[in-house]
């Protein structure tokens, strides 16, 4: 079997995939030959990409925030490609800033985003990642979430963003060991400092240099490759946990 056909047979959904690590994860599980549901809120940009991507493609608008929005994102998967064998959970947010200051619609996002989504897409996965493992061309199926070293290290002003990694990081591995026996590799990449959208808000890059200087960030390709790793692993090989900092961050 190429390269270019590690993945075939095989659907793989990702969230967040209009922009950042979700949409470079996209590309390159495409590329290894697995059918995508791209998952986000801005319909524009994930046709873009579905159409980028040609046929083996599905974009689907949704809110996964909401728990009857990702059943139906996963009864809307099924209904096209039949299975599903692997989650990449890779919608965030980061709203970071001094507490007294912080709107708490910045904090109730964060949650919402970073982890009720997470929780809400993997709980209407499960049944049908069971399904897919007796089928499996791999005889394995897998959930990568995106976490952060700020699930790692606590940080000022950091704190619900910190909280939201944390538990991602925590339910990722409780996870790991109750489906390992079930043929359910639950893997979390903790990426650093890396060049996407996260960054939007005002004030979040330069907070980041004020603690840590300046850093060459990493490329969403550069996280969307560990993740790639992970899936490609041949069934003996469970990657529980990558942490992929840039070069300059402590």
Do not use: C
Request: no cysteine; proline share 3%.
């Amino acid at each position: 079997m190429s390269d270019s056909e590690k993945l075939k047979g095989t659907v793989a959904l990702i969230t967040g995939a209009s922009s950042g690590i979700g949409h470079a994860t996209a590309l390159q599980l495409a590329a290894e030959g697995a059918k995508v549901v791209l998952v986000a809120r801005r319909a524009d940009r994930l046709q873009a990409l579905a159409q980028e991507i040609g046929a083996n493609a599905l974009a689907i608008t949704a809110d996964i925030s909401s728990a009857a929005a990702s059943v139906q994102v996963m009864h809307e998967t099924i209904d096209r490609f039949g299975r599903l064998d692997t989650l990449v959970n890779a919608a965030g947010v980061m709203l970071n800033g001094p507490s007294v200051q912080a709107p708490l619609e910045h904090w109730d996002r964060m949650v919402d985003v970073n982890f009720r989504a997470l929780m809400y897409v993997t709980k209407a996965a499960l049944p049908h990642l069971l399904d897919a493992v007796g089928t499996s061309p791999r005889k394995v199926v897998d959930v990568v979430n995106i976490s952060s070293v700020a699930g790692r290290v606590a940080a000022a002003q950091v704190a619900i963003y910190n909280a939201t990694k944390f538990a991602v990081t925590a339910a990722t591995e409780a996870w790991r060991q109750e489906f390992t026996r079930q043929s359910i590799r639950f893997s979390v990449v903790e990426p650093g400092a890396t060049t996407t959208e996260l960054w939007a808000q005002e004030g979040q890059w330069e907070g980041f240099k004020a603690a840590f200087g300046e850093v060459e960030r990493l490329h969403a390709e550069d996280v969307a490759e560990s993740v790639k790793f992970i899936v490609t692993s041949p069934r003996r090989v469970a990657i529980n946990e990558i942490v992929i900092r840039p070069t300059d961050q402590p």
